[in-house]
């Protein structure tokens, strides 16, 4: 059974820090590309940043390159998503998903993909 499954939101100031988790079980990271995505309030859910199956690809969105990075664990089989230099447009609920693709191709429109974790609140203080 397919399972992804969110950690290490929380309440940071502005300029602080968090590292999420995404813990997968069911299938292994090295055949499947992973998103990270964010939804706030009233907003539609957004692709944040991807990583292919070999992790020869990284993607982020223009709004937190250079303050994000995603990476792998193939022992733990996770990924996690650290996020640097937050601001408070970072705050929203973030949840990883995959669609068993193995490049992050399809990782632009959340529509694309089947297996959602159940998020976890970031909250970003001014």
């Known amino acids: 059974q397919v399972q992804l499954v969110e950690s290490g939101g929380g309440l940071v100031q502005s300029g602080g820090s968090l590292r999420l988790s995404c813990a997968a079980s069911?299938?292994?990271?090295?055949?499947?590309?992973i998103g990270w995505f964010r939804q706030a309030p009233g907003k539609a859910r957004e692709a944040v940043s991807c990583?292919?199956?070999?992790?020869?690809?990284?993607h982020y969105i223009d709004s937190v390159e250079g303050r994000f990075t995603i990476s792998k664990d193939y022992a733990q089989n996770s990924v996690y998503l650290q996020m640097n230099n937050l601001k408070p447009e970072d705050t929203a609920v973030y949840y990883c998903?995959?669609?068993?693709?193995?490049?992050?191709?399809?990782?632009?429109?959340?529509?694309?993909?089947?297996?959602w974790g159940q998020g976890t609140q970031v909250t970003v203080s001014s």
């Open positions: 990583i292919s199956s070999s992790e020869s690809v990284t």
């Open positions: 069911g299938f292994t990271l090295d055949a499947y590309a």
């Open positions: 998903a995959t669609g068993f693709y193995g490049d992050c191709y399809y990782y632009g429109d959340p529509q694309n993909l089947h297996y």
